[in-house]
């Protein structure tokens, strides 16, 4: 599929229920596509991780948001969560067949950021001058 077949399937998507306030996927776009959501699923295309790698993995992620955001990934079947019988358990996450889906086009969307990070920031700075004047 051509990124302009792409584009046009992912449009005629959006369309039709997305933009509505009332759409359910609204609130699986925002927990997927909320920083910690899309950090999360893009460290976890490299390997499985326990909770206390994956907290080190993600600088800056709370142990609260880590636990809250890994529990909706696994409520939608992004993120599997084994627990191990030890004492105390030990629990390690990883992706998902559908998981591993949709990490494939954030880790392209976290790609192309890191490309254009310096041009995004040149554009801040000239929007910020035009608008300090």
């Known amino acids: 599929m ?3 077949n792409r584009l046009e399937t992912a ?3 959006l369309a039709h229920d997305t933009f509505a306030q ?3 996927s609204r609130k699986i776009l925002d927990h997927v596509t909320s ?3 899309t950090l999360v699923l893009a460290a976890l295309v490299e390997s499985p991780y326990r909770f206390a790698q994956l907290r080190d993995k993600v600088a800056g992620i709370s142990e609260k948001m880590l636990s809250q955001t890994l529990k909706q990934l696994v409520r939608y079947g992004l993120v599997d969560r084994q627990v191990e019988a030890t004492v105390p358990p030990q629990v ?8 591993f889906e949709l990490a494939t086009p954030l ?3 976290i790609h192309w950021i890191g490309q254009h990070t ?4 040149a554009a801040q700075r000239s929007y910020d001058e035009q608008v300090a004047h």
């Open 107 to 109: 880790c392209e969307l």
């Open 22 to 24: 009332n759409c359910p």
């Open 118 to 121: 310096d041009d995004l920031f």
């Open 2 to 4: 051509t990124d302009a």
């Open 92 to 99: 390690t996450y990883s992706l998902t067949k559908l998981g």
């Open 35 to 37: 920083r910690w959501g």
């Open 11 to 13: 449009l005629s998507l």
